[in-house]
């Protein structure tokens, strides 16, 4: 028992030092889902081009300071990704080229993820750096395209249908806070993927689909300290 009390001794006036920020946060960015394909060398032409699209997060989060300089955070928040491949090649028979293929296709994924995170404060900017666990809870895609074969003109239009795709990714979040005041933030934060969230095992060894995100937007403290 005096073993406790004298740890619990120890360790208050580091928890009494600590203080926390908790609210709510909505941001608006774009994003991508680059797939990437390996391929060797082909005598036809081919052109593959990742088009950003509007992505977007809301959710709560929990910042703890020592009361100094140094922060943790963690959220729970909604995200939501897209991203569009432009695709157009040459169509080859073996002896040369007898027509041409264009494809859109749109990627779209919304998960539930939870950031964590640390930083320094500088004055009323705060720098932090961190990675981020995402959980799909729903995803589709949609292929669109035309191709002209021997004079021959083709089209189609897939989906929407659900990605095979893995439910968990994880990847590095760096952001930054400003804080215009005791209550309102701006933020900026990005994401970059570390999984291929390709889930067929013979697609992968070809194939990386990885998520980047570029996001700024605002929070609203509930409670917290007064930045200075």
Not at 119 to 143: D, T
Not at 160 to 165: C, K, Q, W, Y
């Amino acid at each position: 028992m005096l073993r406790i009390f004298g740890l619990l001794l120890l360790f208050s006036p580091v928890t009494l030092s600590c203080q926390s920020t908790y609210g709510f946060k909505v941001n608006l960015g774009a994003s991508r889902i680059p797939a990437l394909f390996e391929t060797s060398p082909t005598p036809y032409q081919m052109t593959d081009r990742h088009v950003p699209q509007l992505s977007g997060q809301a959710g709560v989060f929990l910042n703890i300071s020592n009361g100094k300089r140094f922060t943790f955070g963690t959220e729970i928040i909604i995200s939501y990704v897209a991203g569009r491949q432009q695709l157009w090649m040459e169509l080859w028979d073996g002896t040369g080229v007898v027509g041409t293929s264009t494809d859109v296709i749109d990627r779209w994924i919304t998960s539930v993820s939870v950031p964590v995170y640390f930083g320094m404060q500088f004055g009323k900017w705060n720098p932090n750096l961190g990675g981020e666990i995402h959980y799909a809870i729903i995803s589709s895609g949609r292929e669109r395209g035309n191709s002209i074969l021997n004079g021959q003109t083709y089209s189609w239009d897939n989906g929407p249908e659900e990605l095979n795709i893995r439910k968990f990714d994880v990847g590095l979040r760096p952001g930054v806070t400003y804080h215009f005041s005791d209550w309102i933030q701006f933020e900026l934060n990005g994401y970059y993927g570390l999984i291929n969230l390709v889930k067929d095992e013979s697609f992968r060894e070809y194939a990386d689909w990885k998520v980047q995100q570029l996001t700024v937007g605002l929070r609203w403290n509930f409670h917290g300290p007064r930045v200075v």
